[in-house]
């Protein structure tokens, strides 16, 4: 099972994610330099945060224009797993393989710290490992992680359940004083309608370990590990061409 992290000019969560997933789950991970337009045989991409290529005109409007991306985009099409952290997830949004978009903070400030999220869907192929419900702990560190989405595009992503993850207090309670950016509806983490592309402003990664202050954020790894693992026998997603016909949300 191999893990691809994705490397632009300003990224600097890339070296985090590669050893969450190499020493902390023991699977094989390679970084996919942002002007190559291979994927190296990748069965996941991780779109790690940072700054690509400086956040100029907006952050990810430029990294959507990478070889590499279009790389992701065709691996997603045929359902490949796509993981997009923080500027990821801002790259992920500019690319349109997710709706809405990042607004500042809603205190024009970058804000660097541990935040509660709750998980509003456990049984995406990102999430299984944990409970519905359950209260996730994980830094974030963003100016941009506002996230905003027009009326109607809310409104359908919450109909379709895409939205799996929301900023919480530590007892799970959803309320204005634990959203630390000011996004619309809480939301810290979306997911296409396929299932098989997911979003989240928070830092699985940088909450790998019990020594960094929480081990949260593995249980998004190990749920990717164990859907690659299970395979289509097991009702589960995989990767590659495949997928286009094994796709439960």
Not at 51 to 57: C, H, I
């Amino acid at each position: 099972m191999k893990f691809g992290v994705v490397v632009f000019p300003g990224s600097n969560c890339d070296h985090d994610a590669f050893y969450a997933v190499e020493s902390v789950l023991g699977e094989q991970a390679a970084f996919l330099w942002h002007e190559s337009e291979e994927l190296d045989g990748c069965d996941v991409v991780i779109l790690p945060g940072g700054f690509s290529y400086g956040d100029y005109l907006r952050t990810g409007a430029i990294a959507r224009f990478a070889p590499i991306i279009r790389a992701v985009k065709k691996f997603a099409g045929r359902g490949g797993l796509v993981l997009g952290i923080c500027n990821g997830f801002q790259t992920l949004m500019e690319a349109g393989l997710l709706p809405g978009a990042m607004l500042r903070n809603r205190g024009l400030k970058f804000i660097c710290r541990p935040v509660y999220l709750r998980v509003e869907d456990a049984e995406t192929v990102f999430t299984h490992a944990c409970r519905p419900g359950q209260v996730l702990k994980m830094p974030i560190a963003h100016m941009d992680g506002n996230y905003y989405a027009d009326p109607a595009t809310l409104e359908a992503l919450e109909a379709a359940g895409q939205v799996v993850f929301r900023y919480c207090q530590p007892d799970g309670e959803v309320s204005d004083d634990a959203n630390p950016n000011g996004s619309i509806h809480h939301i810290a983490g979306i997911i296409n309608r396929g299932g098989n592309v997911l979003g989240i402003m928070p830092h699985p990664e940088r909450a790998s370990e019990l020594l960094l202050g929480s081990a949260d954020g593995r249980l998004l790894f190990q749920s990717l590990v164990q859907s690659l693992r299970r395979g289509p026998e097991a009702g589960q997603i995989v990767s590659g061409p495949a997928m286009a016909a094994t796709q439960p949300r």
